[in-house]
Structure formats: C-alpha cells, structure tokens
C-alpha cells in the first residue's frame, strides 16, 4: 500500500467530529474502550527480538552449537567446555544490551513529543498513544503528525513527508487531503481529523520506510562482518580438509567407523573449527557499545542506536545551525528602528503577529513590547516558511502587512549599504543582532497572490525589528575542542550572514564575513568548493542544509549536522551523525541519532570520547581474537595438507581462549582510551594478526614435527603445544596491552596466574589431560616459544610504525 492508497482509504471516512469542538470526554473514553486509541509502541531502540537473534541465533553460535552436541552425544563433555563459554557469551550480551535498551527506552519515554489534540472546545497537549480515532489533532510548524487523518483546515499548512514516501518537496495541504502519522508539519497551521490510530496508521505499518530506529553507519559492525562473512565461507571446505587428515591420521576411512576411532577425528576436527570462529569480538563489541550508551544515557545523552556511540568519533566535519545550538535557542526582543517614510499602524501589525497562534519564538518575543489593544480579524494570511523566510497578513482599510529576513522580502537593497534599509540591516547584523524588516503594501492580498505564496506589490519597508540571543556558555569551549581534534567546523542559519559571523566570532572563531548561501552553487561540486573554502553561512534554506551536508559527503568527510528547528531535519536525517537538542521539535528528534536531552552542547565531547574508547579498545580486543583466527585457520590448513593430527583436544584450546584471549579482553575493551580515531579499522588488527597468526600457527606444526620425530607421546605432544600456545598467547596480550599501567599489569599477571596453577593444581592437570612434555620435548617447545616471541615482538614493531604512518595521515588530510 502506498501513500496515495492511503489517501484514498482515509477519504473513505467522512468526519464526523466538529472541527472547532473536537471530541468530548465521553467520546474518547468510548473509543479507548472499543481499543481505538494510538497505542502502539515504535522501537525506539533495538527491539527485544533483534537483540536476541544478534547475541543467540547465529550462524557461529550454531556452529558451536551442533558441535557441542556432538561431543555430549560421544560421551566427550569435558571437550564440551567451549559450548558453555558460547552460551555464556550470548547470555552476557543479551543482557548488557537489555539493560542499555531499557536505559534508553525510559530516557525515550521521558522525553517523548507531545500531540495537540482539541476537546470540548479547548486545546490540550497529551502523549502520542492518548490520541483517538477522530480526534482533531492541531497542527502548527515544528509537529510531528501523531497518526493517519484527513485535513479539514488549513491556512498555508505544508508537511514533509520525505521520511514516509522518498518525496523530498513539503506538500501544500488543503481540506480532505491525508496527512500520514509520521510526517512533518513545516509551515502554516491546520485541523485535522484522526482516521486511523495504532498499528493501522501508515507509518507505523511501513515501519521499514517510517520507523524511528535503523542501521547508522558503523564501521565497526561493517568490519566485524566482513570478517565473519570470510570465516563462513572457509570453515566448510577447511572443516572437511581437516576431518579427511584426522581420519587419515586414525586408520583411513576403510576402518575407522569398525574399530570406533571416528570418535578422536571427530573431536579433533571440532576442536580445529570451534578455534577458528571468533565468537568473542562480536560479544565484546555489543558490551562496549551498550556500555557506552549506557554511560551516555546517566549524562542525559539519549543513543537512538548503540553503535551510534561510535560515529561521532569517525566525524571529521561537523556542522551547526546557530540557533538552539550555539545559542540558547531563547529570542529576546531587542528594539524597532524606523526607516524614513513611516507608516502608521506597525505597532498593532507587530501585535498582530506576536500574538497569532502559529506564532514562532522569534514573533513570539514581542508579546511583552507589543501587547494587542484590539483584536483585529485577518483578511488574508501567508504563514512563515523556513524556506521563504517571511509571513504576511492583510486586514481590511489597512493594506498588508510583511514581516520576515530583509534579504528575502527586499532582495540585495537589504544589503546595499547606500540604502537606508541596507544600512540599518549592515550595521545592526554586524553587532550581531538578528534581523526583520516590518514592510508595508497598500493593498490587500488577493486568493491568488495567497495561494501562490507572492509577496504584494508596492511593498517598501516602514522598520527594522531586532532581537537578542544568548549564547551558550559552553560553545566556545565546545568548539575549541572541535578544532584541537581536528574537526572542521561549519556554521549554518537561516539568519543574516553578518549576524552569524558576529556570532561566530562571540565563540572563539577566526572569521570575517559570512557566506551569503542566497549565492551558493546548486552544482555539487562547485557547493563543495565553497564549503571548503568558508566556515560560516547565512540565509541558508532546509533545502540548502541538505545539499551542504551531501557535499560535504561527496568529499569523503563523515559530517555530523546538530540542530533543534523543523528546518534541520532534512540535514540531520542525511548526516552520518544526526544531533537533535531535546528543546528541539519533535520531528527533528526522531530522526536524529543523538538528542542531548538538557541541551548541553558541551557533552558533545563526552560522546567523542565514549566513541573512541570503544574503536580503539575494539581494535586492541580484535587483534587478540584475529590473530587467534589467524593461527587456527593456517593450522586447519597445515595439519590438513600435512596430514598430521590435530596437536589440541578441545578443553585444552580452552584454556588458552579464555585466560589468554576471552577474559582480559572483557577488562581491556572497557578501559579508559582517549586515543584519536584513525580511518581504516580493520586493516590496522589486521596487519598485527596475521603474521603473529602465521608466525604461531609455524611455530606449533614445526613443533609438532619436531616432537615426533623425536618420538614423543600424543599426550605429551598436546601438553607441549599447549603450553607454547599459552605462553605466546599471554605475550601477545602483554604485548597489545602497553603501555602498561597498574590496571592492566593486573589483567596480565592475573591470567598469568591463573595459567601458573591450571597447569600446576593436581585437578586441573587431570582434567585438561596435561601430563610431562619430557625433556626433549622441554627442549623442543622452549626453543620454539622463544623463536615465536622474537618474531612477534618484530611483527609489533613494524605494526606501531604502520600506525603511526597512518596517523600521521590522517592528522595530515585533517
């Protein structure tokens, strides 16, 4: 069903309800009776299902699971343990991520849009799922449409639809036209009825175009599963390479099924599969992310998304709309400065505007200087757009009245100094004032100059109206921040290019002059020149905001866009990282990533570092799990060509996994790092693990022919790898953990210890099947365990040169 389907059902249903009056009490406690109110709950973060598909059903955990089940089925469950440590895993995940959604699913519900709904003749404010079938919902600028109805008023009332239907363009919308729950109202003001509620609205039944939570960008997730997807497509034809050599290895497969020793190629095989898959990244991942949020959320930083918690440390350009962001958001009436040529009757027109119901907060403002002494009936009216910036009313005797941006009501005369409203509007924007001319036409509107959204003729400018804004304390420590990492920093308004850059300079930037976006190229490129070029821009439409955003993109940056009005939800929708204040409109809310719910610009800071916590911890914790994958496959690979037997039973790579790889990355992949993010994150774990994987998985086979040339034992054989595999295994973990600091020299040397006395306790030694190497065999694994620290201690020095060369790039192009 699509969008005009919809139109055509709801216009099935003639309302009922008079518009002026709306529902009364006993009508909507009948409808809520009957179960037709707008309770339905939209994710507002990953949903129960999602997490537990994510953390339990998945194509490694079903691996680990059939395998598990095989060696209960054989009678071998002490080989079993790594089943338990899979199970583990998906219960610790599921849970963080159930306690970061119901932390950010409370914040959500706090901080919920309200619906103007009007009943028995008055207007209240009430949540979203209080709404009724045919309630009358009052729309106004800003709203967000609380479910599907038919408009049966409007005056100049345009919705974007844009995160329904793909139509970029807002919708003029007339009496019996649909407005689909999920839109936006972006200009004018209207009624309109509610046809349908709940999980019969539009959006709410297209939650894949409409719905609020979606996949942000994460390189991260994107890394991880690229190389899951490597692992899936090898772990088949290895698996079968690997069983062929064991059963080789046990008697062929003419007498292996008769004599019972399919059971020791079977275990061998699993326990070369299970080694490969890296369970525990994924796990670690979701913890950090949830983490994060969660840490987030305490700081009144509301995460639509977890892995949203890592964008903002990937933004290299971050955009902000002036208003709400680096101001306060508060408009304070400053003064009116006549021009020659005045014109009687302003005052009542300012009041006219300050006290009208779709009055924004810069009109708003004036309500204190100019109170209504009069009411005075509208013949005509032209409601505020962000995209024409001005209004305009006619009464009768009285002409016209425009009150909007002197650029867009008088073009370049608002600029041309020589003129005497160019002067006033120069002067008064370069204090940092914002402006609006009050301009006068003798004659009234007609319908078709209304309609068609003209200004009237004959207009000429009678005053210069000023106002104040306050800006936030914190901005200029914010953006100082911004620059020593390296973020380029734009500033965007609606507002006159003088008063932006006067702004500008208030909170610490280097600028001159505004870049007037009246002028800005529609080419991309050409757009992306200027951008480059120019830090602050004025006269920017919601439209423009986009384009500016998509420019940027096109350069290769990772642009976040901050914002709080209606006109910056195109912006922060098309973002990598979308920013919304909580003071902010709702549809803007909705489709950011981020909402700052107490306005605090200054926590901006606090989600760069969470996001760089948890990409630099990730990218130690991985080379730990990589270079596990790495030396697993090239022994699947070597044992299987060489045909040798597998040197592990499963519970012995299981001490390994989790004292040298599982638990202390659990420690290391929540500590504190402030290091800054470099772009190409799997290619750096990468470049460490896999020489370290091929400089292990050569140390364990040349040991293992080594050992049997030396005519060793099976089970000293497999004590002697296990013990080379520990010990490398706790060197690489010493080794991606420096610097050291007493935190993590406990991580170490507790697994160390743990080690000492899991190849020392009595119980232990039984249960793993751990016996004495031999002294040949002493000789042989000393020998090669040195030999593999020696290599990767090179492989590491080279590694850091590689990052650091990178970092050095990536500071370069900053």
């Not at 290895?249 to 020793?261: K, N, Q, S």
């Not at 050291?740 to 119980?763: D, H, Q, S």
């Not at 065999?777 to 020998?783: E, G």
Request: charged share 20%; proline share 4%; net charge negative.
């Amino acid at each position: 069903m699509n969008a005009g389907d919809a139109v055509a059902d709801a216009t099935d249903r003639s309302p009922k309800v008079d518009p002026a009056i709306g529902l009364t009490a006993a009508q909507v406690a009948e409808r809520k009776t009957d179960d037709r109110d707008n309770a339905y709950v939209a994710d507002t973060s990953r949903s129960v299902g999602s997490i537990v598909r994510a953390n339990v059903f998945t194509l490694f955990n079903g691996i680990v699971g059939g395998c598990f089940l095989i060696l209960l089925l054989v009678g071998r469950w002490q080989d079993a343990l790594f089943g338990l440590a899979a199970f583990a895993n998906a219960i610790i995940g599921t849970v963080q991520e159930f306690r970061a959604k119901s932390a950010l699913d409370k914040l959500a519900l706090l901080n919920a849009a309200q619906a103007r709904v009007r009943r028995d003749g008055i207007e209240v404010e009430i949540a979203p799922v209080e709404v009724v079938q045919d309630d009358v919902l009052v729309l106004r600028a800003g709203d967000q449409v609380a479910a599907d109805a038919v408009v049966v008023t409007s005056r100049g009332l345009q919705i974007d639809e844009s995160m329904l239907t793909g139509e970029a363009d807002a919708v003029d919308k007339k009496p019996s036209d649909e407005a689909l729950s999920g839109s936006v109202v972006v200009g004018g003001e209207g009624d309109a009825i509610v046809t349908r509620v709940g999980a019969d609205s539009y959006a709410n039944r297209f939650q894949g175009e409409a719905k609020r939570f979606s996949l942000v960008s994460s390189e991260l997730r994107s890394s991880l599963n690229r190389v899951l997807k490597w692992v899936s497509w090898g772990i088949g034809p290895i698996g079968l390479l690997v069983l062929n050599a064991q059963v080789m290895v046990t008697g062929g497969w003419a007498t292996i099924f008769g004599e019972g020793r399919w059971v020791q190629a079977v275990v061998n095989t699993i326990a070369s599969l299970t080694a490969m898959i890296p369970l525990g990244l994924v796990l670690m991942t979701s913890i950090a992310f949830a983490v994060g949020a969660a840490k987030l959320a305490a700081k009144q930083v509301l995460v639509n998304e977890l892995p949203a918690v890592e964008g903002l440390a990937r933004v290299d350009v971050i955009c902000l709309d002036k208003t709400g962001t680096l101001t306060v958001g508060e408009i304070a009436y400053d003064d009116v400065h006549a021009l020659p040529g005045e014109v009687g009757g302003w005052r009542d027109a300012l009041a006219w505007y300050a006290a009208a119901p779709d009055a924004n907060a810069t009109a708003r403002s004036l309500r204190e200087a100019y109170p209504v002494h009069e009411t005075r009936a509208a013949v005509r009216t032209i409601p505020f757009s962000s995209a024409r910036k001005w209004s305009a009313v006619s009464f009768d005797g009285d002409g016209t009245w425009v009150l909007g941006a002197p650029e867009m009501v008088f073009g370049d005369d608002a600029t041309d100094a020589a003129s005497d409203l160019g002067a006033q509007v120069v002067t008064l924007a370069s204090r940092g004032l914002r402006t609006l001319v009050l301009g006068h036409a003798p004659t009234v509107l007609s319908e078709e100059d209304a309609d068609a959204e003209h200004l009237p003729a004959r207009l000429r400018p009678i005053a210069v109206v000023t106002f104040r804004e306050q800006v936030r304390d914190d901005a200029a420590q914010t953006l100082a921040y911004f620059r020593a990492q390296g973020v380029g920093v734009r500033i965007i308004s609606g507002d006159n290019p003088r008063t932006v850059a006067a702004i500008a300079r208030e909170v610490g930037l280097d600028v001159a002059e505004g870049y007037d976006a009246r002028t800005l190229p529609t080419d991309q490129e050409a757009m992306a020149a200027v951008l480059e070029a120019h830090t602050v821009f004025g006269r920017v439409t919601p439209e423009q905001k986009k384009d500016m955003v998509v420019a940027l993109q096109s350069r290769g940056h990772t642009v976040a866009m901050t914002g709080d009005g209606v006109n910056d939800a195109l912006a922060i929708k098309t973002a990598d990282m979308g920013i919304a204040m909580n003071s902010g409109a709702a549809a803007t809310k909705a489709v950011a990533r981020i909402v700052l719910l107490d306005g605090r610009f200054s926590h901006l800071p606090d989600v760069v570092a969470e996001g760089r916590q948890v990409i630099a911890n990730i990218e130690r914790v991985s080379m730990l799990f990589l270079t596990k994958t790495v030396y697993a496959t090239g022994l699947a690979l070597l044992f299987g060509l060489l045909v040798l037997e597998f040197p592990f039973l499963p519970r012995q790579l299981s001490i390994t996994d989790g004292l040298t790889i599982g638990i202390p990355a659990f420690f290391l992949a929540l500590m504190p790092n402030a290091r800054r993010y470099i772009p190409g994150f799997l290619r750096r774990p990468l470049s460490f693990a896999i020489p370290s994987g091929i400089v292990v998985a050569l140390t364990l086979t040349g040991y293992t022919l080594v050992a049997q040339s030396l005519g060793v034992g099976v089970d000293e054989l497999r004590t002697g790898a296990t013990i080379i595999l520990a010990v490398v295994g706790i060197w690489v973990l010493a080794i991606l953990s420096r610097p050291l600091n007493r935190y993590k020299v406990l991580v170490v040397g507790g697994m160390f210890i743990a080690l000492t006395a899991i190849f020392t306790v009595p119980l232990s030694v039984q249960f793993f099947a751990l016996v004495d190497p031999g002294r040949e065999a002493a000789y042989a694994l000393t020998a090669f365990t040195i030999g593999a620290i020696g290599a990767i201690e090179i492989v590491r020095i080279f590694h850091i040169r590689f990052v650091r060369r990178a970092l050095r790039t990536a500071t370069a192009h900053a």
